[in-house]
């Protein structure tokens, strides 16, 4: 619908110095490549100076993603069976966000007149970090928060994660202003753009999963209060020990 106003009727819709020059360019650009924006490769194929209503590059990243992620999914659940499978499949994802850490970070390195910045490869490893997410509090349902832990240990070790993971996001946010706008610096900025969405999502999964149990503060997900004043973690804790 977008994409039809875009090319039709939208340069009636308003007025300006430039609003006919800048519409026009606009709905000229998505007719030269209608095809690539509707089979959504427009993030990979068009030309990124004349890309068919920049904002919705997104919407090709999306579909793409959400088109590969059968070929993970399908056969994380088909381990999941097994008794070793909970296991194995964390082990593959794991080294499939390793690759995918590398990957983008090779290309802007070694490949000097790579520039895409709306390419999906780049952003599979958030895709994939929050599908290990599901995949541990699937397999993990019935334990207690960080069952690792002794209990006495909880609440100071959830503490210092909770620290450590805001501490880490707040670093990817003053770093992004720092390396990615302001530094003229090609390394910095292959090096850092790979690294800093593992990293915030890593901060982001760790929120899911504390709120989840019922140590997210104001963040949680959900929190039960049971009539003996316990939580709902707690009491699996309890059932536990």
Known sequence: MVFLVTIS??????????????VNTFAQNCRDNWWSFLL??????????YICLPQTWYLSADMQMFLLSPLIIIPITLNLR???????????????????????MCLKLFVQQYRNDYDTHSRLINYFIGMMLAVFMRAKQDKPFLYMIKKEHIDITNLV??????????????CYQEIQIMSDSHVSKSVF?????????????WIVYSSYHGYGGGGNARRKQPQNGNTDAEM??????
């Not at 490769?41 to 990124?48: A, P, R």
Request: hydrophobic share 50%.
């Open 9 to 22: 009727i939208f340069k009636h819709l308003g007025t300006g110095p430039t609003w006919t020059n800048g």
């Open 82 to 104: 097994k008794s070793s499978g909970f296991m194995v499949s964390m082990i593959e994802l794991l080294i499939l966000n390793l690759f995918l850490i590398a990957l983008p």
């Open 236 to 241: 699996k804790r309890d059932n536990v020990h």
């Open 161 to 174: 994660v909770w620290i450590v993971m805001l501490l880490g996001m707040l670093t990817t946010v003053m």
């Open 40 to 49: 959504y490769i427009q993030n990979y194929y068009s030309d990124f100076d």
């Open 193 to 205: 753009d790979p690294l800093m969405r593992p990293a915030w999502c890593i901060g982001l999964s």
